[in-house]
């Protein structure tokens, strides 16, 4: 007979904090473009890793299917954010935010 195993929800608390922290210090003090968005998508995945978790944990589907929806929204973020990327390497020849700064008025 097989017997399930069954992981604490803390342990799952405890990875989305870290892969959330994770991404907010990359987002923080990384200066490529391409770096921070990878961040930015990794703070998101652990808020999908905790939805799905609570959704799991209380028998509700409607965390997961709030997942789909992030994740949706996720993809499009990355194709916007990759062409507005590609189009300011285009014109300057790096991905540096620090060199945006002298793009201002």
């Not at 770096?35 to 799905?52: D, F, G, H, K, P």
Request: proline content about 2%.
């Amino acid at each position: 007979m097989a017997s399930t195993i069954v992981i604490p929800i803390e342990w799952y608390l405890w990875l989305s904090a870290t892969l959330f922290s994770l991404g907010v210090l990359g987002v923080l003090f990384r200066r490529n473009a391409i770096v921070i968005l990878m961040s930015v998508e990794l703070m998101l995945n652990a808020v999908n890793l905790l939805l799905a978790a609570f959704s799991s944990y209380h028998a509700d589907p409607n965390g997961q299917v709030f997942v789909f929806f992030i994740m949706a929204v996720a993809a499009a973020e990355v194709a916007v954010g990759l062409a507005i990327l590609i189009m300011i390497y285009r014109n300057t020849k790096t991905t540096d935010v620090d060199f945006l700064n002298k793009l201002k008025w």
